[in-house]
């Protein structure tokens, strides 16, 4: 069964950087429908980018030039480079993996996949 674990989260100053890691075990990233997510108290669940088993790579609008979602194939890692953060970008972030899927259905399907933890996000103004 898949598993994932997220790390890296941290406490930053506005316009830091940070670099999110979801280790997976049980399956191979780069076959599947993979995602972070973000969720800040009181607040619904975002998404942040996706990379779906196809290879396409999706961003939020809000996040687009500034973060970099990737998987490292030899460690089965997925990463998310964060820059230029913001103090309302304060969230804890999670990865999430719905199987074999691409376009609609692996944007779906996130949603009720399996997910890990999470990382919290601290961005201090």
């Known amino acids: 069964q898949l598993q994932l674990e997220e790390s890296g989260g941290a406490s930053v100053q506005a316009g830091g950087s940070l670099r999110l890691s979801c280790a997976a075990s049980?399956?191979?990233?780069?076959?599947?429908?993979v995602g972070w997510f973000r969720q800040a108290p009181g607040k619904g669940r975002e998404r942040v980018a996706r990379?779906?088993?196809?290879?396409?790579?999706t961003y939020a609008d809000f996040v687009k030039d500034r973060f970099t979602v990737s998987i490292d194939n030899a460690k089965n890692i997925l990463y998310l480079q964060m820059s230029s953060l913001k103090s309302e970008e304060n969230a804890n972030y999670y990865c999430?993996?719905?199987?074999?899927?691409?376009?609609?259905?692996?944007?779906?399907?996130?949603?009720?996949?399996?997910r890990g933890q999470g990382t919290q996000v601290s961005v201090s103004p």
């Open positions: 999430a993996s719905a199987g074999r899927r691409s376009g609609d259905r692996c944007f779906w399907a996130l949603d009720t996949g399996h």
């Open positions: 049980g399956d191979t990233l780069r076959n599947l429908c």
């Open positions: 990379i779906d088993s196809d290879g396409t790579i």
